[in-house]
Structures are given as C-alpha cells and as structure tokens.
C-alpha cells in the first residue's frame, strides 16, 4: 500500500516538474489575488466591520485566512475528480486500476500529491500574512484549528470522491463539481461572512459543511475559541464527515463496478 | 496456472445519456457462449476478423472488464475480477496507456511499483527483457510522447511482462514491430511458456504470426468460438 502511493507522489511530481511555469504562475496569481482583497480592504474595509464583529478581526484578514483555508479543504472537493479525470484522458486510468489497488487505496494515492502540494501553498499562505500582510494571529486556538481541518478535509474529501463518480460514469458534465465550485464560495463566507446574505440564503448556506468550516475558522483563528465555543460547529462537521465518508466510498466502489461491467473505464 | 472460461456473454450497453443508469436500450453483443482453456506452458492463438470480440475476450480475462454472463475459473476455482487482475498481465497496443510526460522508464517504475515491484526489481527485469524485445537504452529514457510506435509497442510489452504474471494476454503484439523486435519477442514469449509455465492467449490477425508461436489457435466470430 505505501510502495503504491509512493509511487503517484513520485510520479506526480515528476510530470508536475516538467511544467516549469506552472508552479511559479500559480504562486504569483495567489499573491496577487490577495494583493486585491488587501486594496478592496482599504476602499470597502469599515463597511464590514460590523458583521465581523463576532469574530473580532477585519474584512483582509477574514477572506485572507478564509480563502487561504477554502483552498486548502477546496483540493479534497476538487482534486478526485480533476485527478481522475486527468487519467482518463491519457488513457492511464484503466491500467492503474488493472494493478490490485483497493479503492481506497487508489483514491488516496491519486490525490496525494495534491494534498502536499495545498499543504505547501497553505505553509506560504501563512509565512505571507504573518510577514508581508502583518496579520496578527497570536489569538489562536491551535487544537480547536486542528480539529477544523480535519473534519473540513474528511467532508470536503467525501464531496470530491461523489464528484468523481461523476466523472467515472459520465466523463465530463459535473454536478457536484458545479455546486462545489458555484455554491460554497459564494453561500459559505468565504469572500464575506454570511450574515451580509438575505436570510432566507443564510437559510440555504446552513446546508454546506463550508459555513461551519469556515465560521469555526474564524472564531478559532481570531478569537482563539476552543472546543465548548464551537460545539456546534464542529459537531455539524462531523456529523457531515461521518455520513458523507462511507457513502462516498460506496458510491465510488459501485461507480467503479459499474464501469468495469460496461467497460468504460478506458473510455474519455 | 491454468484458466478456463465457461459460457462468457457480454453485451456492451447503447451510449445513450442515460446508459450510465443501465436504463438505455439493448446494447451490443459482444461475447456469447465462449468456452476457453489456457493450459500452463502453452501459447494459444486467437484470431477473428475485426469486431470479432477477440479483444472483449482479453479485457474479460485480465478482470478489467465484467462479463455478463459465464464464469472463469483459475486452477479449478472460481475468480473474481479482482483475482483475475493479479493473475493475468495484459498488453494492449499503443501510447494511449502511459504517462506521455514521464520517461518510459518511470513509466515501467511506476506500474511495477502499483504490483508490488522495488525500483531495483523493475530494473533487473527490465534489463533481462530489454535485449530480446529490442529495447534500446536511450529508448528508456526519452518521454513516452517522444517514442515511435514500435517503441511504444515493446514498452507495452515490457510492462505485461515485468511482474512475472501467471498468464499473458498478448492483443496484436507485433503489431508496430520491426521483423527482428517480432521474432526476439516469440522467442522470448516461448521461452517464457516453456521454462516459467506461462499460459498465454496470443490474439493477432495474421495466421502466419500465429502459426510460428502457437500450439493451437482458436477462431472467434460474432462473439462465438468456432469449431
């Protein structure tokens, strides 16, 4: 199992490394991104101010440290499918899964390299707001935010293994991709804390794991709130981990056996 | 490890959008009724004109894809696909399966790595397998979308064969081969069969190919064997 996914680290990262600008472009428009979030700060800022109250920090350190996390949980929503779908196209997807990898196993080892390299992006994320953007983040709760991440990654990585089902059985047209990538930005509080939307949005946004995710967040990271201050919160989350892991992984394994009858796992 | 197939059918579901959910018309009718035994150490032909269902039979042996019907039994026990895919190495024709960015080379680490091969396993096998299928050195180490056909064609053979499989599933094998490269690669394939017990199922179109390495060669059409 270990030797296996070894080997995708090992393998993505070489075809990562033969894209030489790739890595450099995707640093510099994350930099600027937040250079626009700090600038629209300036203009917009005190507008803010009074629905980031409850969390005790302002609007460039609010969506600094919530788009640094969406990304991160944003690669379990992501990545199964955009991986899969990858190795569909260069025809490498059956003749991966002609070796004995279990499905969980293969799930794991595909996104792997994905999950180091957020890891990383996240690592100069923090290292910029601390030393360029000056956030002070001495308010938080280390285990709270421990506790945050996990259960965001185990939810968010159960929506991207539904959405890779998509993609296993129709190829392209993704409806789980499409909500991920529509909704939860827009509905969780990731650019803007919920409380902006009209209520019965803010209704609707309390069916996403990513308004827990990143209301926890917050309250953790600046107001150093601990397990008893987020308990709703995080039982929400585990409670959207726990449902959603086993059925994710069954409704791979199905989509998988379904595949494998019609033989379309080499088809793109 | 001898294979026997019993009453394999498989019919491939229409493409209509709602085929995903099986809810999509009759399909098309690939495989009926076939019956096959590999025996160990011996070299069986299959040949059959284009659509015939030679490579469905292929796929259906090396568990990569389910049959509809039938079942298929490893010395004597019935196997699951999952079985079958630890059993039987398959080698299909063409680029369209490896990593075109990756050297051929780490492509060969990388699939070994997935059956349980050490980097130095997949180097020594691939060094004993290099000269009778005409590996060159360099070849090894240019990208895979920088290799010719026939390159392509030997590294998808490398592959079939590095992890000392039970049986091998050989689809139009010479196919892209250079006269020299074909007739290294019989001799290698014999070679193994003979010494190792290797059952092989060799599926070409031409019967002279088969005749120079097969035992006995089966006819397949319209998804039936015949006689």
């Known amino acids: ?268 | 490890m001898l294979i026997e197939a019993f009453n394999l059918g498989k019919i491939y579901p229409s493409s209509g959008w709602l085929s995903p959910f099986g809810k999509d018309g009759s399909g098309t009718p690939a495989l009926s009724g076939v019956d096959l035994r590999l025996s160990p150490g011996t070299i069986t032909g299959l040949t059959g004109p284009n659509g015939a269902g030679k490579s469905t039979l292929l796929r259906i042996l090396s568990g990569r894809l389910t049959p509809d019907t039938g079942t298929i039994a490893l010395d004597g026990r019935e196997a699951d696909d999952a079985a079958l895919r630890s059993a039987a190495a398959l080698a299909e024709t063409g680029t369209r399966n490896f990593y075109p960015r990756l050297s051929a080379v780490d492509n060969l680490y990388f699939f070994g790595a997935l059956h349980g091969l050490s980097r130095a396993e997949v180097r020594e096998r691939t060094d004993t397998l290099r000269e009778p299928l005409g590996i060159g050195r360099d070849d090894l180490e240019k990208r895979v979308d920088a290799l010719s056909e026939g390159a392509a064609q030997k590294l998808s053979l490398a592959r079939a064969l590095l992890r000392r499989a039970s049986a091998l599933l050989l689809d139009e094998p010479a196919r892209n081969l250079d006269l020299r490269s074909a007739a290294g690669f019989s001799a290698l394939i014999q070679e193994l069969a003979a010494k190792e017990g290797l059952a092989v199922l060799y599926a070409a179109h031409n019967p002279e190919e088969l005749a120079k390495v097969c035992r006995r060669v089966v006819v397949i059409e319209n998804g039936k064997i015949k006689g």
């Not at chain 1, 790739?22 to 005190?46: E, Y």
């Not at chain 1, 996990?150 to 059985?169: D, K, N, Q, V, Y």
Request: hydrophobic share 55%; charged share 10%; with cysteine.
């Open chain 1, 1 to 268: 199992m270990i030797l296996q996914i070894l080997a995708f680290l090992r393998k993505d990262f070489l075809i990562e490394k033969s894209y030489k600008l790739s890595f450099v472009l995707g640093a510099a428009s994350t930099f600027t991104g937040m250079a626009v979030f700090f600038f629209i700060d300036k203009l917009f800022g005190r507008v803010m101010t009074p629905y980031l109250a409850e969390y005790g920090t302002g609007y460039f350190p609010y969506v600094f440290t919530a788009a640094a996390f969406f990304g991160y949980i944003g690669t379990g929503a992501g990545s199964y499918a955009e991986r899969l779908r990858a190795e569909q196209l260069q025809g490498t997807l059956e003749a991966s899964l002609a070796a004995p990898v279990s499905p969980a196993v293969f799930l794991t080892a595909l996104t792997a390299w994905n999950f180091i390299f957020a890891t990383f992006e996240l690592a100069v994320y923090a290292l910029a707001g601390i030393f360029i953007f000056k956030l002070d983040l001495s308010n938080a709760n280390v285990p709270a935010l421990a506790a945050v991440f996990f259960l965001s990654a185990l939810s968010f990585a159960s929506l991207g293994i539904f959405s890779s089902c998509f993609i296993l059985l129709f190829k392209r047209g993704n409806p789980a991709a499409w909500v991920l990538n529509n909704f939860e930005g827009l509905l969780g509080g990731v650019y803007f804390p919920v409380a902006v939307l009209p209520l019965w949005l803010q209704w609707f946004s309390k069916l996403l794991p990513v308004t827990y995710s990143i209301r926890a967040l917050q309250l953790a990271l600046h107001k150093g709130a601990g397990f008893a201050e987020l308990k709703v919160e995080l039982i929400a989350l585990a409670l959207f981990a726990l449902t959603l892991a086993p059925l994710s992984a069954a409704a791979f394994g199905a989509a998988l056996k379904k595949s494998r009858k019609d033989g379309t796992l080499g088809q793109y």
